[in-house]
Nanobody, 121 residues
Framework: QVQLMESGGGLVQPGGSLRLSCAVS????????MGWFRQAPGKQRDRVAT???????DYANSVKGRFTISRDNAQNTVYLQMNSLKPEDAAVYYC???????????????WGQGTQVTVSS
């Protein structure tokens, strides 16, 4: 069974940094796009950043220049380095990946359970 497990969330002061990690486990044939989304209370889940299998990245305008997404294909892991954090960055951050499970032929979207990021002094 394919699973995504996030780690690295927590409480940080404005201007601080956090690094989120998301490890994919299970029987996998191929991983395509990986990314991070976030959802603040009462708001919709929004895309933060994505990285494809060729390491091309894309960012929401609100995080450009502050956040960096990267992936380690050997470890089936995606990272989100978050710098210069602002109170409006506070949210539950969800990992996402498009995965073809072993023995399957179709790519499906998988989500992690989320990790809380709180930005407060």
């Amino acid at each position: 069974q394919v699973q995504l497990m996030e780690s690295g969330g927590g409480l940080v002061q404005p201007g601080g940094s956090l690094r989120l990690s998301c490890a994919v486990s299970g029987s996998i044939f191929r991983i395509g796009v990986m990314g991070w989304f976030r959802q603040a209370p009462g708001k919709q889940r929004d895309r933060v950043a994505t990285v494809n299998s060729g390491d091309s990245t894309d960012y929401a305008n609100s995080v450009k220049g502050r956040f960096t997404i990267s992936r380690d294909n050997a470890q089936n892991t995606v990272y989100l380095q978050m710098n210069s954090l602002k109170p409006e960055d506070a949210a539950v951050y969800y990992c996402y990946a498009e995965i073809i499970p072993a023995g399957d032929i179709r790519s499906r979207g998988y989500w992690g359970q989320g990790t809380q990021v709180t930005v407060s002094s």
